[in-house]
């Protein structure tokens, strides 16, 4: 398991896990930080000049975030897919919207509110020294190998990295790999230990060497 921290660049900042592409990992868990969300704040007097109801506003904006299928335009020897593109993807998009007319005149979103982009209402939050972050906690699957998996999440973080902004760190704030090999390094040293001294006990029993190395063979 490896733990990691993407230090926010702002005011909010999107978090995504993508564990199902890293061999070995079988979930990500993100606390903290925030996910990007346009809000739209209706202005009340507006809505009533103009007779407009929230759900009036909340069904046209609904309505033009989807992309639509427009059929086909047959040739001889082709078939061109037509297809309409209406995804939602800056504030501008939600403040052209159109909701309703009035006197033939066009009512917008933008007429009857304000858009903004904000962070979506959070549960949890994540700290690191002090400061805001964003938390990242990777789980392996069960009865993986612990070192291959935090070799490929390092791999993936290297990747990662090069596609973040400038000011975006990622810390690894624990690192089971370290506390694995630090084990193995003990019990190799502890092994190599014992063996001296296994020798050595031989040696000043029989007073051979020879026969005390092949007797601590025959014991190891």
Do not use: C
Request: proline content about 3%; glycine content about 10%.
């Amino acid at each position: 398991m490896i733990k990691t921290f993407y230090y926010p660049p702002g005011i909010w900042f999107a978090v995504i896990g993508q564990s199902t592409q890293i061999q070995g990992v079988s979930f990500i868990v993100n606390l903290g930080g925030f996910v990007k969300q346009y809000q739209v704040f209706l202005k009340p007097n507006m809505m009533k000049h103009y007779d407009i109801t929230i759900k009036d506003v909340k069904e046209a904006i609904e309505g033009s975030n989807r992309n639509f299928s427009g059929g086909l335009i047959l040739k001889k020897n082709q078939e061109l897919l037509i297809k309409g593109i209406g995804k939602i993807q800056s504030t501008d998009h939600i403040g052209n919207t159109v909701i309703t007319s009035r006197d033939n005149v066009p009512v917008y979103v933008k007429d009857v509110a304000e858009i903004k982009t904000g962070g979506k209402f959070r549960r949890g939050d994540a700290g690191y020294n002090g400061k805001e972050a964003v938390s990242v906690v990777v789980q392996k699957q069960y009865g993986g190998n612990t070192l291959e998996t935090i070799a490929h999440v390092k791999q993936f973080l290297h990747q990662v990295r090069k596609d973040l902004p400038k000011n975006v760190k990622v810390t690894p704030y624990y690192d089971q790999s370290e506390l694995i090999e630090s084990s193995i390094k003990h019990v190799e040293i502890s092994m190599l230990i014992g063996g001296i001294l296994v020798v050595g006990l031989i040696f000043l029993f029989l007073g051979n060497m020879r026969a005390s190395l092949i007797a601590s063979l025959a014991i190891e």
